[in-house]
């Protein structure tokens, strides 16, 4: 086989991959950083985690998909990190 | 080419898949899409002609009926039709038919035409002829006959009992006829059927369905699995699955063929079966692992994220039955053939096919290694491309690339994995 890259065998290959991971992670970052300060995700609090049904505050479980209602969710706006 | 270049290559395609998806596949393609509706046609009378439905029907039946029969005698499992057809046609055949062609197994399940020969109710919810089908139990029972499947399969505990084979369909059947009578045909059929729940997860892979009308509409490949209902056991039903083709391929490598050279009689039924639920728990963790990092980025619980990001790994669960069972159900599945013209070992020739001898010659080695490498990867980047579709619905753009980091790793590891597994 033809080798692509500049020889054939070697790990550093691998850094074509690394870099691509890189640059994505930067990008998510930068665009992130743009978006600072954007309206929270709201989630209305009685919804099924699973299937997103609407749930009755004394409903146990989805009456739509059987889950077990799980706590309710502190909100999910852009998290640190 | 050395096998670490496959792997890097393979890794590769999915990180630049990952990194184009995340690039230009900015809105959910797939979530919430609505089935088209066919037009009357020709083609599409035929397609939901009831007559011929029936045909189908009774037909399939019959032929479940003489390889129930054919696998319950004393016999070798390929001197008769039973194991061949329930092991390479049906459990790798069919499962790949479904990928291709969608839900086949809604006409020819022959539980589905006894139960409406029977004539039992459907168990809507608002039947009140049958009892109500536990919420909690969801797919439960399919995840759980389905372990039963595989474990008979791939530990066979019950190799030393001719004729095992047989004895289980008619099991298997009267656990299908009890459901549909307790909970309604359709209900249990549904959630507790195990093989109606595995078609149908693979049958969402396909580029044809079904509209309200039951005519045949096309639909983008994998979009069909973002319907896949959440329920109680379906995370269970798909780690069985892919974690039990997983140990099929590592029981065949020198490692686990070595070590347990010497185990026999009970012994090896009880290392194998750790070694099943092993493979199992471990595609389980991995998958949790990744939900785990994912509920981190947006706040709350792994579970529900777990169960709405399942259907990711049901590309993954085709990719590795072709990858494992392409070369048997081409090679072995030609004894099937063979064993048509005379389905119970007693000489016949039917059809004339009884002369038949296997074409080894059918695929090469190299034909089976680039197709089982080509399943690998594109099983994978499909399961990429699904978890970022769902995952871009739910979350705001940039949660939603990161919530997937995880996951690609988990995709990258099991390319990994099942590559090294299938070079032996």
């Known amino acids: 086989m033809k080798p692509i890259l500049a020889h054939q065998g070697g790990w550093d290959e691998m850094l074509v991959a690394a870099g691509l991971v890189l640059g994505m992670l930067a990008f998510s970052r930068f665009r992130r950083r743009r978006h600072e300060g954007a309206a929270p995700h709201e989630r209305p609090p009685d919804v099924c985690a699973y299937c997103g049904a609407a749930l009755a505050p004394d409903e146990v479980r989805c009456p739509s998909c059987g889950f077990q209602r799980t706590r309710p969710q502190p909100p999910s706006g852009p998290s640190p990190g | 080419m050395p096998l670490w270049l496959f792997i890097f290559g393979a890794g590769t395609a999915l990180i630049i898949s990952f990194v184009a998806l995340s690039t230009l596949w900015t809105e959910p393609r797939f979530e919430h899409r609505p089935v088209r509706t066919a037009r009357p046609s020709w083609l599409q009378s035929i397609l939901t002609n009831r007559v011929l439905e029936w045909v189908i029907r009774i037909v399939m039946l019959l032929f479940f009926l003489v390889v129930a029969m054919a696998s319950a005698r004393n016999a070798s499992p390929t001197e008769t039709i039973g194991p061949i057809v329930v092991y390479a046609w049906f459990w790798v055949g069919l499962a790949i038919a479904h990928a291709v062609l969608g839900n086949l197994w809604g006409t020819l399940s022959p539980f589905d035409t006894i139960g409406r020969l029977v004539g039992f109710a459907d168990g809507e919810d608002d039947d009140d002829t049958v009892r109500p089908y536990p919420q909690a139990w969801g797919y439960w029972p399919a995840a759980i006959l389905l372990f039963l499947f595989v474990w008979v399969e791939l530990v066979d505990p019950f190799g030393r009992i001719a004729g095992h084979l047989g004895i289980l369909i008619v099991v298997y059947t009267l656990i299908q006829i009890g459901g549909m009578q307790r909970f309604g045909r359709r209900t249990w059929l549904q959630q507790g059927e195990a093989f109606g729940v595995y078609f149908g997860l693979l049958a969402g892979i396909a580029p044809l369905t079904r509209d309200a009308n039951g005519r045949v509409v096309f639909q983008p490949v994998l979009s069909g699995l973002t319907r896949v209902r959440p329920r109680p056991g379906l995370l269970a039903v798909i780690t069985v699955a892919l974690g039990s083709t ?48 994912a509920a981190k980025i947006v706040g709350g619980s792994w579970h529900p994220l777990a169960v709405r990001f399942a259907h990711s790994l049901v590309p993954i669960i085709l990719a590795y ?93 099991f390319t990994a994995s099942g590559l090294l597994i299938l070079s032996g």
């Open chain 2, 321 to 413: 039955a072709v990858a494992h069972y392409f070369s048997f159900l081409v090679l072995e599945g030609q004894i099937g053939l063979i064993r048509l013209s005379d389905p119970f070992g007693a000489g016949w020739n039917l059809f004339g096919t009884s002369d038949w001898v296997v074409n080894y010659a059918l695929v090469t080695p190299a034909t089976i290694w680039y197709v089982q490498v080509a399943a690998i990867v594109i099983g994978h980047i499909g399961g990429v491309i699904l978890a970022h579709d769902r995952a871009i619905a739910m979350f705001p753009r940039e949660e939603a690339i990161r919530t997937q980091y995880a996951l690609l790793a988990v995709m990258i590891l």
């Open chain 2, 246 to 293: 997983t140990f099929d391929g590592f029981s065949r490598t020198s490692l686990w063929i070595n070590a347990t050279a010497r185990i026999g009689g009970f012994a090896r039924i009880v290392v194998f079966t750790a070694g099943l639920l092993a493979v199992i728990g471990l595609v389980t963790l991995a998958f949790v692992l990744a939900m785990r990092t």
